[in-house]
């Protein structure tokens, strides 16, 4: 699925350049749960956006569902990356002035689909989510856990073939925390491929693969 070769980072900020990634080799197969660890300003989420086509390396190649992306145009990558990869991070990012159902709905809105499609889809996320009695309800009348779980719906809803998640227990005490890993490991079982950037060790063991950087380079890889 994921076939990253050589791939190369540096971040110009007036006369200082900062090496994020450092000629980093990196596959996922499809229907892994990779786990990417390492210290701060490592260049996990270089790395993470790199794959989400958010980021654009300095050099490397990058080929993803067979797509060679960086000979794609940006209009081309932005439609792999609506219809493919789902997003969930630390701070949720959910819209304050939509409720839960609006917010879910925001990616299908994006993509051009009839709105009788769209409900169907939603319903159908939330329902595996557990949150169809919470679709009226606005993100800050939920919990955490219960506005990382809408996250994650939002980011399902496409039904995605990656999901990329950013320390998505950030903000979380270890019960809900726990309650979203294990929510990964379901989706995991039934064939969604999910790479996560972690500090914590604990969430990390939740994962099929650990994957270790130091200052833009993979230093080991345990299975």
Do not use: W
């Amino acid at each position: 699925m994921i076939i990253i070769k050589e791939l190369t980072k540096v971040f110009q900020a007036n006369d200082v350049q900062t090496m994020a990634l450092n000629q980093v080799d990196f596959e996922v197969s499809e229907g892994e749960f990779v786990a990417i660890m390492g210290p701060s300003g490592c260049g996990k989420s270089t790395l993470l956006n790199t794959i989400g086509l958010l980021e654009e390396p300095t050099s490397g190649q990058y080929k993803f569902l067979g797509h060679n992306i960086f000979e794609l145009s940006e209009k081309e990558r932005t439609a792999i990356r609506k219809k493919n990869i789902g997003f969930v991070f630390q701070n949720f990012n959910l819209i304050d002035e939509l409720n839960i159902f609006e917010n879910v709905e925001l990616p299908l809105i994006y993509l051009g689909l009839p709105a009788p499609e769209r409900k169907v889809k939603v319903i159908d996320v939330l329902e595996k989510m557990e949150m169809t009695h919470r679709k009226k309800y606005f993100p800050n009348q939920l919990s955490g856990g219960q506005q990382q779980r809408i996250a994650v719906a939002r980011a399902l809803v496409v039904n995605p073939a990656l999901l990329l998640a950013d320390e998505p227990t950030g903000n979380l005490d270890s019960l809900h925390g726990d309650d979203v890993m294990n929510l990964f490991i379901n989706l995991n079982d039934a064939g969604t491929t999910i790479v996560m950037v972690t500090h914590s060790a604990r969430d990390a063991e939740y994962s099929t693969r650990i994957v270790n950087l130091f200052d833009g380079q993979i230093v080991s890889e345990r299975y």
